[in-house]
Nanobody, 124 residues
Framework: QVQLVESGGGLVQAGTSLRLSCAAS????????MGWFRQAPEKEREFVAA????????YYADSVKGRFTISRDNAKNTVYLQMNSLKPEDTAVYYC?????????????????WGQGTQVTVST
């Protein structure tokens, strides 16, 4: 079992930054890929970013490329999402997830454990 707890969300103005954290417990995730997804009201959960177990490979949705950066600290069993130049359309609940396979997934159904989410609201 893996427990994931996200933190760092909040209400911010457009153009500013936030850093989300996702701390894992119960089992080390250092050998697994991790991902961030988000879900806005009345919308499907969508891929935001993913990172391989080593951190050597990262993937981003086109909508966040160049603004968001995913990283991980395996010693702390934690993955991060640095979000810069935030836009109102980034408003959503952000979830982290772990993929216990050897792939780096971009679809929600490829991930095995999920956190409860943290709200990010970007105002104009």
């Amino acid at each position: 079992q893996v427990q994931l707890v996200e933190s760092g969300g909040g209400l911010v103005q457009a153009g500013t930054s936030l850093r989300l954290s996702c701390a894992a417990s119960g089992r080390s995730v250092r050998t697994y890929s991790m991902g961030w997804f988000r879900q806005a009201p009345e919308k499907e959960r969508e891929f935001v970013a993913a990172i391989s177990w080593s951190g050597g490979n990262t993937y981003y949705a086109d909508s966040v490329k160049g603004r968001f950066t995913i990283s991980r600290d395996n010693a702390k069993n934690t993955v991060y999402l640095q979000m810069n130049s935030l836009k109102p359309e980034d408003t959503a609940v952000y979830y982290c997830a772990v993929d216990l396979s050897l792939r780096v997934g971009v679809r929600p159904d490829e991930y095995d454990y999920w956190g409860q989410g943290t709200q990010v609201t970007v105002s104009t």
